[in-house]
């Protein structure tokens, strides 16, 4: 997450299952506005987006234009199932668990070969 922000800057009383809980809805938000620019807004300068079948995309700058070139996708979606937020004893640590399913133009279609009879 980017280091500029913090989860507890909203409300210091929230607890932090609903911070990280409410930070993904916002980035979820974000994602089905396709706002790019707010999306990239959450990773921070040295982020890795590691996307399925692309090579992953290292720093600020090339997360933010992958983000941009997703958005730019007319076919992108992303819909998230319910999720599991944790958060660790000291609060220094938290992830949440989600299933995603995304939707994309395939710039470059598989070919399937049919196999070949066994000898």
Do not use: C, H
């Not at 922000?5 to 809980?21: C, G, M, Q, S, W």
């Not at 506005?33 to 079948?53: E, I, K, N, Q, W």
């Not at 668990?97 to 070949?116: C, D, E, F, I, M």
């Amino acid at each position: 997450m980017n280091t500029s922000r913090t989860l507890r800057t909203i409300n210091p009383n929230e607890p932090a299952t609903d911070a990280v809980t409410r930070t993904a809805q916002e980035i979820l938000a974000a994602l089905e506005a396709r706002d790019s620019a707010r999306v990239a807004s959450y990773y921070a300068p040295d982020a890795v987006l590691a996307t399925p079948g692309r090579p992953a995309v290292r720093g600020g700058e090339a997360v933010s234009k992958s983000i941009r070139n997703d958005m730019a996708d007319p076919n992108f979606k992303l819909s998230v199932s319910d999720g599991k937020t944790d958060v660790s004893a000291s609060g220094d640590l938290a992830y949440r668990r989600v299933s995603l399913t995304v939707t994309s133009t395939n710039p470059q279609p598989r070919r399937w070969k049919t196999p070949r009879p066994l000898p």
